[in-house]
C-alpha cells in the first residue's frame, strides 16, 4: 500500500515538474528576433528611446544586427526593455540605479536559467521513467 502511495506521489510529481516546464518553454513557439518597430510596438516606446537605452544599459550591448545594419532583439532583450522600462519609467530608478539592478538581476536570471535547463534535463528523464512503469 505504502509503495502505490509513493508512485501516485511520484507521478503526481512528474506531472507538476513536466507542466512547469512545459509552462516555461511556451516561448520557444515565438520568432527568435523582432525588429525594433515590432519591439517598439510591443513596449509603446520610441525607436531612439530604445537606441539610447542600448548606449546606457550593459545587458543591452549585444543586440544582433543583420548585414543592413537593422536591430534584432531577441526574447531575451525584450524581457530586458520591459524591466528596465518598469523600473525607469513606473518605479523612478536613475539610469545608473537600473542597470545596477539589472546586472544583479542577470545574474540571478543566469541561475535560473540553469536551474529551468536542469528541469528539462529531470523533465526527460521522468518521461522515460513513465514510459517504463
Do not use: P
Request: proline share 0%.
Amino acid at each position: 500500500m505504502n509503495t502505490k502511495k509513493c508512485l501516485k506521489g511520484l507521478q503526481h510529481l512528474i506531472n507538476h515538474s513536466i507542466n512547469m516546464v512545459d509552462s516555461n518553454s511556451n516561448t520557444e513557439d515565438k520568432k527568435l528576433f523582432y525588429r525594433i518597430g515590432e519591439v517598439t510596438k510591443i513596449l509603446d516606446v520610441s525607436s531612439s528611446l530604445l537606441r539610447f537605452w542600448e548606449t546606457e544599459f550593459n545587458c543591452l550591448q549585444g543586440i544582433q544586427k543583420n548585414r543592413k545594419g537593422d536591430r534584432l532583439y531577441s526574447l531575451k532583450n525584450i524581457e530586458d526593455l520591459k524591466t528596465i522600462y518598469f523600473l525607469v519609467k513606473s518605479k523612478g530608478y536613475t539610469l545608473q540605479g537600473a542597470n545596477e539592478f539589472m546586472i544583479k538581476n542577470n545574474t540571478q536570471m543566469s541561475k535560473q536559467q540553469r536551474a529551468v535547463s536542469s528541469l528539462i534535463k529531470i523533465k526527460s528523464f521522468l518521461e522515460e521513467l513513465k514510459d517504463q512503469l
